[in-house]
């Protein structure tokens, strides 16, 4: 088994577009209806391996959107928890995301025990996304 997907659901496709689209440079692979929700695959620029699925539309219940103000209020939560995107340098995506309007909840920080470095940010509907690096 490998990884392909991981699913976002949002009551609107259009603004996770922008988002993902518009704010991360993913592209859009694919565009679909299923029943009263629009759906789209999205992917980061270099990658043709790994998928963000958004699930938009219809009348998703709770429509709350968490707000996490550090990671240690993130782990309270049970099920799902992040999805995480490897970059080249976590400090650069940082000052990028910073640049156009991304809330950063956890700084870059070292964790030796598997030799990354990582940070964590939000999406607009409170999903938590991770950032990691991989160190020599």
């Known amino acids: 088994m490998r990884g392909h997907h991981v699913a976002v659901r949002t009551p609107d496709l259009q603004a996770a577009l922008d988002f993902y689209v518009g ?4 592209r859009v692979v694919a565009k679909w209806d299923y029943a009263d929700e629009q759906l789209a ?3 980061p620029a270099t990658d043709d391996h790994f998928y963000v699925e958004i699930l938009g539309g219809g009348d998703p219940q709770p ?3 968490r707000t996490y103000t550090d990671l240690g209020s993130s782990l309270g939560w049970a099920g799902y928890h992040h999805f995480c995107l490897n970059v080249d340098s976590v400090e650069a995506t940082v000052e990028t995301l ?3 309007g991304v809330t950063i909840v956890a700084e870059p920080f070292v964790l030796e025990a598997i030799s990354r470095k990582l940070a964590f940010f939000c999406d607009p509907f409170g999903n938590l996304i991770e950032l990691a690096e991989v160190l020599a």
Do not use: H, I, K, M
């Open 41 to 43: 695959y999205v992917s």
């Open 63 to 65: 429509q709350e959107v």
């Open 98 to 100: 910073r640049t156009r």
């Open 23 to 26: 704010t991360l440079d993913f």
